[in-house]
T-cell receptor, first 115, second 115 residues
Framework: DAGVIQSPRHEVTEMGQEVTLRCKPI?????LFWYRQTMMRGLELLIY????????DSGMPEDRFSAKMPNASFSTLKIQPSEPRDSAVYFC?????????????FGPGTRLLVL | AQKITQTQPGMFVQEKEAVTLDCTYD???????LFWYKQPSSGEMIFLIY??????QNATEGRYSLNFQKARKSANLVISASQLGDSAMYFC????????????FGTGTSLTVIP
């Protein structure tokens, strides 16, 4: 089975540009999580969805960040406008069922560099 | 208060020796799960092992075992017979039943295996 798929794997952009990160969760998984990882702040939960509905977006840094999940097999994280401090690795992860014993499976991550 | 605390930013171990990575957690939820993930230098997050709050026995997965001490709220990862490929960041995480099933991550421990 295919794991969590993220695209692009690497993105280099200039400050002020719009950036869209994409994620395809594992088929049948009900939960989708977006994380950001930096050396300074570690792994931060940005937002997570259950059955395509955003449950908690308190980790979204500011209004420049938005996330959508139009269907069970696709989610986007958009940054508009991007800033150099947004440079990080962005992970998408998915998990099956609302049960504490279910692990989450991570995608390979998108390495974003904003110049 | 931090949900997950990993107090060892960096650890060194001799090849073929065992090493323990510490993790303490904070929860009042009786139902929760504890997870360990490995992140090698290539960047992907790999699920290693899981322990449920109601599990009577410590979890084991190959060379990985989890030293679960519920009263002390600790869930230390033990890696036996360390290999060079074990050099990586290791993250402890928790999922609670009553907080929407999001995952809480520690800050990670960097493990270096010395030949």
């Amino acid at each position: 089975d295919a794991g969590v798929i993220q695209s692009p794997r690497h993105e280099v952009t200039e400050m002020g540009q719009e950036v869209t990160l994409r994620c395809k969760p594992i088929s049948g998984h009900d939960y989708l999580f977006w994380y950001r990882q930096t050396m300074m702040r570690g792994l931060e939960l940005l937002i997570y969805f259950n059955n395509n509905v955003p449950i908690d977006d308190s980790g979204m840094p500011e209004d420049r960040f938005s996330a959508k999940m139009p269907n069970a097999s696709f989610s986007t994280l958009k940054i508009q406008p991007s800033e150099p401090r947004d440079s990080a690795v962005y992970f998408c992860a998915s998990s099956a069922l609302a049960r504490v014993g279910e692990t989450q499976y991570f995608g390979p991550g998108t390495r974003l560099l904003v110049l | 208060a931090q949900k997950i605390t990993q107090t060892q930013p960096g650890m060194f171990v001799q090849e073929k020796e065992a090493v323990t990575l510490d993790c303490t957690y904070d929860t009042s939820d009786p139902s929760y799960g504890l997870f360990w993930y490995k992140q090698p230098s290539s960047g992907e997050m790999i699920f290693l092992i899981y322990q449920g709050s109601y599990d009577q026995q410590n979890a084991t997965e190959g060379r990985y075992s989890l030293n679960f001490q519920k009263a002390r709220k600790s869930a230390n990862l033990v890696i036996s017979a360390s290999q060079l490929g074990d050099s990586a960041m290791y993250f402890c995480a928790m999922r609670e039943a009553n907080t929407g099933n999001q995952f809480y991550f520690g800050t990670g421990t960097s493990l270096t295996v010395i030949p």
